[in-house]
């Protein structure tokens, strides 16, 4: 069997059962007989119950990723234009998934508070990608910034009550995107100055 495939079918299985008795209650055993195989079998592919559920949380946000590469990567559109894409799209992502299943946003943000090198990274891939549009628009004359990287990360901070899951969850996904939109035409206007 292909190690890729047996590794996703452990991580669907873990999905799973994450989400019908949370993070306490599941085990790699537990993962191991919904699947039929042994628990040592999980172990050749995830060195421990840490390291399976880092690996859930790392999948889970890089489907919160996946589009927004597309906006990076998209050079024919104008910078100003996929910043504010980029950040429409990533509030409209995390809303979706704190707002559209809470029982399974609860076992990832369970997941999260534990998986900190994975949480850094995904913040880290944020603004690697906040800064390359940023760089661009620098490049075409739409923007004059001295840090591309502080610049991204200052908008990742000045946009957060929109898209941190945490932040989505405690107002139920009442900030209105329009401001959203709002609040990042001033940033466009403000990196042109």
Request: net charge positive; charged share 25%; hydrophobic share 45%.
């Amino acid at each position: 069997m292909n190690t890729d495939s047996t590794r996703d079918r452990i991580l669907d299985a873990a999905v799973d059962l994450l989400r019908r008795y949370g993070p306490d209650k599941t085990g790699v055993v537990d993962i191991a007989r919904s699947l039929d195989m042994s628990h040592s079998n999980v172990y050749k592919h995830f060195a421990s119950k840490s390291a399976l559920f880092d690996a859930v949380a790392k999948r889970w946000l890089e489907q919160v990723m996946a589009p927004l590469a597309k906006i990076t990567a998209d050079k024919k559109t104008p910078a100003p234009k996929r910043l504010k894409a980029w950040v429409r799209t990533l509030a409209e992502i995390k809303r979706r998934k704190v707002l559209d299943d809470p029982e399974l946003f609860a076992v990832y943000s369970a997941i999260t508070a534990y998986a900190h090198e994975v949480v850094a990274a995904h913040v880290a891939h944020m603004q690697e990608q906040v800064s390359e549009i940023i760089a661009d628009g620098v490049e075409a004359g739409d923007w004059k910034v001295k840090s591309a990287k502080t610049t991204a990360a200052m908008i990742l901070n000045a946009t957060t009550r929109f898209h941190h899951p945490a932040m989505v969850q405690l107002d139920g996904g009442k900030s209105p995107l329009a401001e959203l939109d709002a609040l990042i035409d001033v940033v466009i206007a403000g990196l042109k100055a």
